[in-house]
Each structure stands twice: as structure tokens, then as C-alpha cells.
T-cell receptor, first 114, second 111 residues
Framework: GDSVTQMEGPVTLSEEAFLTINCTYT??????LFWYVQYPGEGLQLLLK?????DKGSNKGFEATYRKETTSFHLEKGSVQVSDSAVYFC?????????????FGKGTKLTVNP | DGGITQSPKYLFRKEGQNVTLSCEQN?????MYWYRQDPGQGLRLIYY???????QKGDIAEGYSVSREKKESFPLTVTSAQKNPTAFYLC??????????FGSGTQLSVL
């Protein structure tokens, strides 16, 4: 079945550092791709999405580009803040048997120090 | 406010006991989902429902049961057959294609 692999964490950065969290996927067909963010003690929130190849999703300074040739959707931010500390999940949409569900990676914990 | 409400926030289960986690939504969404989150494991799908009175097993349905008698409600029962129930449980819904809205979760622990 479809799957998502993201870089192992935890990732620790200083404020204003550049962030990359790698995500690659395996899928039949052409899934949509997502990044979700989870702050401590909360559910997940959609951060950004891309629905087709070469699309770039962006939100709150974060960006990710749907790369079909490398089956990747890496998350980047040019200058992280302490408030970006959270767990980040890469996900894809999986359509099978007429039903649709999201498949998540294992999550990458980011800690940003002042 | 429109949203998803999970309750309780914390729940404790005794050995051999069934417990039920509540998930209610007023977003008028058709599809609802239950995920289990373990440290370092990401989210794994337990059950999902695309429409009232219908639901499908996810990847780790064993030891769990659900019902979908109303559009607004999708309760999850953790049965005594689930031998390792300690985890953070997340309910989610989707109305428009592919965007999930999550509740704030229930932390289940075993006494």
C-alpha cells in the first residue's frame, strides 16, 4: 500500500536557522500531499498541501514542493522561531476501493531554542 | 463555534474493562476517523466512517469497535481484547476533499 517516510527526529535548531524536514512517499497513482503540525497536547492542524506535481504549498513561512520525479515533499522554512516547536507530520491521500483516507509518516519533532 | 469535541481528555482503564471515547462534531461533515498515536509511531488509522450507519476497519482495528448512528457522533470503544491500549487517541473529520480537522485528543492509560 501507499506509505510515507520522513526523516527521523528529533531536530533541534537555534532561532532564525534554516529548516528542512525530508519526506518521501510511495504511492500508486497521483496522491495529494500534506504537512500537518501538532503542538503539545493538541490535535493536528493542516499546515499546507499540494495536489499535483510541481505544486508548491505554503503557509506561515513554511513551503513544500510536490516533486513527482523524486517522490518527495520536503518541508522548508527560511528562519524558524521558538513558536515553531512542534511535531510535523507528512501525509498523503490514499484512495482505495472508493474510500479515501490519509496515510501519515511517523512525525518529526522540532525544537527551536532562543 | 464549529468544531470537533473529544471527551474525556484523560481516561483510565482497569484491566478487563471496556471504555468508550467520545467524538462529536458540528461541522456537518460526512467522514469521520479514529487514529491512535504512539510515541515514535506517528498516526495509525483504527476505524473510519464515510457516512452514517457505515464504517470500515483501518490498519489496527483489532480490539476496538465503533458505531455511527448519527452524523455528528463517532464513539470509539476500546475493548478488553486490546492488550496495549495506552496511547493518545485522535478523532478527525473531513468535509471538503482531503483536509482533516482534528479534535484535541484523549489520552488513555491503563491502571
Amino acid at each position: 500500500g501507499d506509505s510515507v517516510t520522513q526523516m527521523e527526529g528529533p531536530v533541534t535548531l537555534s532561532e532564525e536557522a534554516f529548516l528542512t524536514i525530508n519526506c518521501t512517499y510511495t504511492a500508486t497513482g497521483y496522491p495529494s500531499l500534506f504537512w500537518y503540525v501538532q503542538y503539545p497536547g493538541e490535535g493536528l492542524q493542516l499546515l499546507l498541501k499540494a495536489t499535483k506535481a510541481d505544486d508548491k504549498g505554503s503557509n506561515k513561512g513554511f513551503e513544500a514542493t510536490y516533486r513527482k520525479e523524486t517522490t518527495s515533499f520536503h518541508l522548508e522554512k527560511g528562519s524558524v522561531q521558538v513558536s515553531d516547536s512542534a511535531v510535523y507530520f507528512c501525509a498523503l491521500s490514499d484512495r482505495q476501493g472508493g474510500s479515501e483516507k490519509l496515510v501519515f509518516g511517523k512525525g518529526t519533532k522540532l525544537t527551536v531554542n532562543p | 463555534d464549529g468544531g470537533i469535541t473529544q471527551s474525556p481528555k484523560y481516561l483510565f482503564r482497569k484491566e478487563g474493562q471496556n471504555v468508550t471515547l467520545s467524538c462529536e462534531q458540528n461541522l456537518n461533515h460526512d467522514a469521520m476517523y479514529w487514529y491512535r498515536q504512539d510515541p515514535g509511531q506517528g498516526l495509525r488509522l483504527i476505524y473510519y466512517s464515510q457516512i452514517v450507519n457505515d464504517f470500515q476497519k483501518g490498519d489496527i482495528a483489532e480490539g476496538y469497535s465503533v458505531s455511527r448512528e448519527k452524523k455528528e457522533s463517532f464513539p470509539l470503544t476500546v475493548t478488553s481484547a486490546q492488550k496495549n491500549p495506552t496511547a493518545f487517541y485522535l478523532c478527525a473529520t473531513t468535509g471538503q476533499l482531503e483536509k482533516l480537522f482534528f479534535g484535541s485528543g484523549t489520552q488513555l492509560s491503563v491502571l
